[in-house]
């Protein structure tokens, strides 16, 4: 045996002693050494390591062609582009309308939607982040005055709306199980696909150019151009963001969100504030639900019931439809819709319902996939490993406020706060899905005025679900009257049906 072969064989990984290769041989240490030679125990250990890393790699990172740095880059990215969300969420819910506590709801809301992001990379393995909605965030507030109003004995309106947000959710959850939420997403038709995505896109647009302050400055209502920094702030992010894309620069949002941050730390409009701030409140607002639990019995107990079912039955058609329309829109722009369908669909539904029961039990709103998830899947994001980075800077946001606060600004538009600093980011991105309509069959009446009238309507309405909406039923319409009803999966005409009863009579609008 080769001279010095037993220290040698102490450092031989013991995977090598216990493996068979090559027709079953047990292999040993001292066969890989004979005639005075060290046989490839490197070959061995790096083949081991191969195998572990395919083992391992349970996000498909190179499957999917990306990386673990675009993934971290994506995940952070679409944190930054929907962190306004932490501050419209806590504005609007402990206002004197709805009367929670705000630290409270910031942290219900960071740790239902990380538990939510957790999930959806777990379950569904797509890089899409969740957090409560904006539109479910009005609803709630119209839910939480009207039964406030209601003189309940036994909880405040916000709490009764805490209550019927989880029983929403749970409902979801079950459905998502027996599979018809997954069928709702993969029976829409390819055009109404590519409406929804666009629509998305012109809607995160119009954000955009809203949080920039744009018509404002074009309206003369604020000084115009020359006095306001909200404008010049947003109009160098979108002009680093541009140049950085035309020279396929990776991170190029990312960074253009960081130069007007930097731009607005220049006009003083942002400032450092310290990084680590303990949150607190969470008690109340879990004690909150519990109470409405006892309000939700006491109401359906009462004459009120049929109005608690519609704000149940609203509840749920927000949160499908705007979730449906998200995973469309950003699998869609991932690539990862397979033959005009999304794998594992029911999956990435029961991570959002999920997410709604948590936040629901623990005080915020409805929870539901957030479309600036696609400025993270532009930023290269494939994987749910992203979603786990958004879920973690969620986290953080409850211990790092002043960091947040100083990225997002201190700017006022004409209808409250703005956001100019990842204003640039949401028209961007905006830009990048209105390519959906490439896809649209042009030549075809009944394909292209439904794909039109989705994303016209979901833009100016700011409802995913509204825009889904017109979609659903005048696609129906197109087909039945051009004879071609066998092109209209069923779900539509059933949904087209609901549609049409929840506009006509009143107590389901």
Same mark, same amino acid.
């Given at each position: 045996?080769?001279?010095?072969?037993?220290?040698?064989?102490?450092?031989?990984?013991?995977?090598?002693?216990?493996?068979?290769?090559?027709?079953?041989?047990?292999?040993?240490?001292?066969?890989?050494?004979?005639?005075?030679?060290?046989?490839?125990?490197?070959?061995?250990?790096?083949?081991?390591?191969?195998?572990?890393?395919?083992?391992?790699?349970?996000?498909?990172?190179?499957?999917?062609?990306?990386?673990?740095?675009?993934?971290?880059?994506?995940?952070?990215?679409?944190?930054?582009?929907?962190?306004?969300?932490?501050?419209?969420?806590?504005?609007?819910?402990?206002?004197?309308?709805?009367?929670?506590?705000?630290?409270?709801?910031?942290?219900?809301?960071? =740790?239902?939607? %990380?538990? @939510?992001?957790?999930? &959806?990379?777990?379950? *569904?393995?797509?890089?899409?982040? +969740? /957090?409560?909605?904006?539109?479910?965030?009005?609803?709630?507030?119209?839910?939480?005055?009207?039964?406030?109003?209601?003189?309940?004995?036994?909880?405040?309106?916000?709490?009764?709306?805490?209550?019927?947000?989880?029983?929403?959710?749970?409902?979801?959850?079950?459905?998502?199980?027996?599979?018809?939420?997954?069928?709702?997403?993969?029976?829409?038709?390819?055009?109404?696909?590519?409406?929804?995505?666009?629509?998305?896109?012109?809607?995160?647009?119009?954000?955009?150019?809203e949080n920039a302050n744009l018509p404002?400055?074009?309206?003369?209502?604020?000084?115009?151009?020359?006095?306001?920094?909200?404008?010049?702030?947003?109009?160098?992010?979108?002009?680093?963001?541009?140049?950085?894309?035309?020279?396929?620069?990776?991170?190029?949002?990312?960074?253009? =969100?960081?130069? %007007?941050? @930097?731009?607005?730390? &220049?006009?003083?409009? *942002?400032?450092?504030?310290?990084? +680590? /701030?303990?949150?607190?409140?969470?008690?109340?607002?879990?004690?909150?639900?519990?109470?409405?639990?006892?309000?939700?019995?006491?109401?359906?107990?009462?004459?009120?019931?049929?109005?608690?079912?519609?704000?149940?039955?609203?509840?749920?058609?927000?949160?499908?439809?705007?979730?449906?329309?998200?995973?469309?829109?950003?699998?869609?722009?991932?690539?990862?819709?397979?033959?005009?369908?999304?794998?594992?669909?029911?999956?990435?539904?029961?991570?959002?319902?999920?997410?709604?029961?948590?936040?629901?039990?623990?005080?915020?709103?409805?929870?539901?996939?957030?479309?600036?998830?696609?400025t993270g899947v532009e930023s290269g994001?494939?994987?749910?490993?992203?979603?786990?980075?958004?879920?973690?800077?969620?986290?953080?946001?409850?211990?790092?406020?002043? =960091?947040?606060?100083?990225?997002?600004?201190?700017?006022?538009?004409?209808?409250?706060?703005?956001?100019?600093?990842? /204003?640039?980011?949401?028209?961007?991105?905006?830009?990048?899905?209105?390519?959906?309509?490439?896809?649209?069959d042009w030549n075809d009446a009944t394909?292209?005025?439904?794909?039109?009238?989705?994303?016209?309507?979901?833009?100016?309405?700011?409802?995913?679900?509204?825009?889904?909406?017109?979609?659903?039923?005048?696609?129906?319409?197109?087909?039945?009257?051009?004879?071609?009803?066998?092109?209209?999966?069923?779900?539509?005409?059933?949904?087209?049906?609901?549609?049409?009863?929840?506009?006509?009579?009143?107590?389901?609008?």
């Amino acid at each position: 045996m080769y001279e010095g072969a037993d220290e040698l064989n102490s450092h031989v990984p013991p995977f090598i002693v216990s493996n068979r290769i090559r027709g079953g041989k047990q292999i040993t240490r001292e066969k890989y050494y004979t005639h005075g030679r060290l046989r490839c125990i490197n070959c061995a250990w790096d083949s081991h390591i191969e195998r572990s890393r395919k083992d391992f790699d349970m996000f498909l990172i190179r499957q999917r062609s990306s990386t673990v740095g675009r993934e971290i880059l994506g995940g952070v990215t679409t944190f930054l582009a929907m962190s306004y969300i932490v501050f419209v969420q806590v504005g609007l819910l402990s206002s004197e309308k709805v009367g929670m506590d705000g630290g409270g709801v910031l942290m219900a809301m960071c =740790i239902a939607s %990380a538990a @939510a992001c957790f999930l &959806m990379a777990l379950l *569904a393995n797509y890089p899409i982040a +969740l /957090a409560p909605g904006m539109g479910e965030n009005f609803f709630f507030v119209a839910i939480a005055g009207t039964i406030g109003g209601w003189g309940l004995a036994s909880a405040a309106g916000w709490e009764v709306a805490l209550a019927l947000t989880a029983i929403g959710g749970a409902i979801f959850l079950a459905l998502s199980f027996v599979g018809l939420r997954s069928s709702i997403l993969n029976s829409i038709p390819d055009a109404l696909k590519s409406g929804i995505a666009a629509g998305i896109g012109l809607l995160i647009a119009r954000i955009g150019i809203e949080n920039a302050n744009l018509p404002a400055a074009y309206g003369d209502k604020f000084g115009g151009f020359l006095n306001n920094p909200a404008v010049w702030v947003a109009l160098v992010g979108l002009a680093v963001t541009l140049a950085l894309l035309a020279f396929k620069v990776r991170g190029a949002i990312l960074v253009g =969100i960081l130069a %007007a941050t @930097a731009m607005a730390v &220049m006009l003083g409009k *942002a400032s450092f504030h310290g990084v +680590l /701030a303990m949150p607190g409140g969470l008690d109340k607002t879990v004690a909150g639900f519990g109470r409405g639990l006892s309000g939700v019995v006491e109401a359906f107990s009462s004459t009120r019931a049929m109005e608690m079912v519609a704000f149940l039955a609203v509840l749920l058609m927000m949160d499908l439809f705007d979730t449906v329309g998200t995973l469309v829109g950003v699998a869609g722009r991932a690539g990862l819709m397979k033959n005009g369908r999304l794998p594992r669909a029911e999956r990435a539904l029961a991570a959002d319902a999920a997410g709604t029961v948590i936040g629901g039990c623990l005080g915020s709103s409805t929870v539901t996939s957030y479309v600036e998830s696609v400025t993270g899947v532009e930023s290269g994001a494939r994987t749910g490993l992203a979603a786990i980075v958004t879920g973690l800077c969620l986290l953080g946001a409850m211990f790092c406020k002043p =960091i947040v606060d100083m990225v997002m600004g201190e700017f006022a538009g004409a209808n409250g706060a703005i956001f100019p600093t990842v /204003a640039a980011a949401l028209i961007v991105v905006g830009a990048m899905m209105l390519r959906a309509v490439r896809e649209i069959d042009w030549n075809d009446a009944t394909e292209f005025i439904p794909a039109f009238l989705t994303l016209l309507v979901m833009a100016m309405t700011y409802s995913i679900a509204d825009g889904i909406a017109i979609g659903f039923v005048s696609y129906a319409f197109g087909k039945l009257v051009t004879g071609k009803f066998r092109k209209c999966p069923l779900m539509v005409y059933v949904f087209a049906v609901l549609f049409v009863l929840r506009y006509l009579i009143p107590s389901a609008s």
